[in-house]
């Protein structure tokens, strides 16, 4: 063992001092010299990384209420252009979690906050309705709530029983924590749990995906992200639309809200001014939420 | 020089444990978050319960604990012949032309990031299986043949390194012998590095098991227990990745718990490879 060592050790000095030696010392003063120049400005560009982001705010959490926030950030944006406002998804109750822990400064739920919450101040930005949607082949174009419930609980697997081809169903819902979720199981489901079996999807957009390309499935959605790859159905007789929201026929909505803990700072404060501009609220019209602003446009 | 070499080996030191202490550091956390939980519901209604309803305070992942084997094991009939049959081909058959552009190919099998392997799943496999062989294409079959693609580097590598650790003589003396080439690769060569072949499969499964962005896309996330290889499942990863962002509270704990578990599984899948790899090297 001791023999082994000591030839280790004897090669160590053969071959690492040669090494050294045939490398030269003029390679390794440029090496130096580049790291000295690098370094700093390493440095620096980290630092203004540092200050952009000192200036900005945060606004993190629903992935129902995210993509509609980019869209209004963006808007800020080009009308503020030193303005720097990040949005993050994250879901309706780690945004409730970031808000109260400052980790994003202005929080986003697209559920109604519980007690324990309610120390969150929070602002209604916009309403939404919650669409169910099926593959736009599908021939059905109307149920009511007590058959929706009858699919999600899975009493109900097949299409025949709903008047529609002879498939089974795939139900398509969203995970545990959601506030769409969370949403739906108040309106729709009441006190019956969504069937086990069904797929579970982590975002509207994922939901939408699933639908879009199975012709047995059935999920649900935010209005606002309902596109023609899928058909949103009628409820006993009501169509999703603004109108019918507005004038509260249809009963599936839940408010948006924006999340702060204390009072907001002035630059969080100066974009929820913003987002309750009648220029802003009709920009959520446009894309299908509803506005909270009476006068809009 | 002798003391630079030696504030140099601390310092090497120093960062070596620093891994160290992260990993103990992470798995301090987990037990602490995750163990709670269990203390809570019981560790039988946790493990071996069938229900994972959080909102009602139901914690059971049996389901995903069955679902993650039956995944991996999908995985693992995928591949095991398809590594095993190209580890073979690469150390014994390839033409060295050939084998310079192979080799690579195969590295950068490892290197495509798992969420484009998901992405491929969800839309060529999962309507492929939806339209041919019933369910909602999002299921085990898909992730297990995903799987099985992503765990091919591991296994082919790992067990083309025990091939070619084997020594010289044992292919010579069996040509010497009278045996073809093939005799030589199969009654021979496998046989002999079997244990290293062994543990690259078993490192393999950790890396089944341990998959989520693309089981995630794949899977379907269903709840429940599987009873077909076309049924949509959670393994234990998936749990976690899904409902991470919108969990709090008790159910935060338990995703953690169903990372202890998870944690469990992973050890012994790598104490068994390490063992079996150290056998080879006797």
């Known amino acids: 063992m001791e023999e082994w060592r000591n030839g280790l050790k004897e ?17 390794m003063r440029t090496k130096s010299k580049f790291l000295l120049w690098f370094l700093p400005l390493f440095l620096i560009v980290t630092c203004m990384g540092c200050q952009r982001s000192r200036t900005g705010i945060t606004v993190a959490g629903s992935t129902s209420v995210e993509p509609f926030a980019g869209l209004l950030a963006e808007e800020y944006m080009s009308m503020h252009p ?35 919450e309610k120390k969150l101040y929070a602002v209604t930005i916009a309403k939404d309705a919650i669409a169910v949607i099926v593959h736009p082949s599908n021939p059905l174009k109307d149920l009511s709530l007590d058959q929706i419930r009858e699919i999600f609980s899975g009493k109900t697997a097949n299409w025949k029983e709903m008047g529609g081809p002879d498939h089974p169903i795939d139900i398509v819902t969203r995970e545990e924590g959601s506030g769409t979720r969370e ?28 639908i879009s390309s199975d012709a047995n499935a059935i999920g649900y959605i935010s209005l606002g992200l309902v596109n023609d790859r899928v058909k949103a159905l009628r409820i006993s007789g009501v169509q999703p639309s603004l109108a019918n929201v507005n004038n509260g026929k249809y009963t599936l909505v839940r408010p948006f809200l924006f999340l702060f803990n204390g009072d907001p700072a002035e630059e969080a404060k100066s974009f929820l001014d913003f987002v309750l501009s009648p220029s802003a ?10 506005p909270v602003v009476e006068k809009v446009g | 020089m002798q003391l630079q070499e030696k504030i140099i080996e601390r310092i090497l030191l120093l960062i070596a444990f620093s891994s160290i202490f992260i990993l103990a550091l992470i798995t301090f956390f987990i037990f602490e978050e995750g163990i709670p939980l269990i203390l809570k519901v019981g560790a039988k209604a946790f493990l071996l319960g069938e229900k994972w309803i959080p909102s009602k305070g139901l914690f059971g992942i049996f389901p995903m604990i069955v679902s993650s084997f039956w995944v991996t094991l999908g995985a693992l009939l995928l591949g095991i012949p398809l590594g095993l049959a190209c580890t073979i081909f690469l150390s014994e058959l ?33 309507p492929l299986i939806r339209n041919h062989l019933g ?70 499964m950790g890396r089944a098991i341990g998959e989520t962005m693309a089981m995630i896309m794949i899977l379907g996330n269903a709840v429940k227990m599987p009873t077909s290889f076309l049924d949509s499942a959670r393994t234990l990863t998936t749990n976690i990745g899904i409902e991470m962002g919108y969990a709090s509270g008790d159910h935060r704990q338990a995703l953690f718990a169903t990372g202890i578990v998870l944690f469990f599984i992973i050890m012994a899948l790598n104490t068994l490879a390490i063992f079996l790899s150290r056998r080879r090297a006797r």
């Open chain 1, 11 to 27: 090669e160590k000095q053969y071959s690492i001092i040669p090494i050294l030696r045939a490398n030269g010392t003029e390679s």
């Open chain 1, 82 to 116: 030193e303005a720097h406002i990040y949005v993050q998804g994250g879901g309706s109750t780690a945004g409730i979690e970031a808000a109260f822990s400052g980790a994003a400064n202005i929080g986003m739920s697209s559920r109604n906050l519980i007690d324990a």
């Open chain 1, 183 to 210: 949403s739906f199981q108040k309106f729709v489901m009441g006190k019956e749990d969504i069937s086990l079996g069904a797929l579970v999807q982590d975002s509207n957009g994922a939901v939408r995906q699933v």
């Open chain 1, 281 to 290: 609220q009709k920009l959520l019209l446009k894309e299908g939420l509803v």
């Open chain 2, 94 to 126: 390839i033409p060295p032309s050939v084998g310079a552009f192979f080799r690579p190919a195969i590295q950068l099998l490892a290197a495509i990031p798992s969420v484009i392997y998901g992405f491929w799943g969800l839309i060529v496999l999962v």
């Open chain 2, 135 to 204: 369910g909602p294409g999002l299921s085990i079959l898909a992730g297990s043949v995903v799987l099985g693609f992503m765990i091919l580097p591991t296994i082919i590598t790992i067990s083309e390194d025990a091939l070619k650790a084997l020594p010289p003589s044992y292919k010579a003396g069996a040509l010497a012998l009278g045996a073809t080439h093939w005799q030589t690769i199969w009654r021979v060569l496998i046989p002999a590095a079997r244990s290293g072949i062994v543990a690259s499969v078993i490192l393999g």
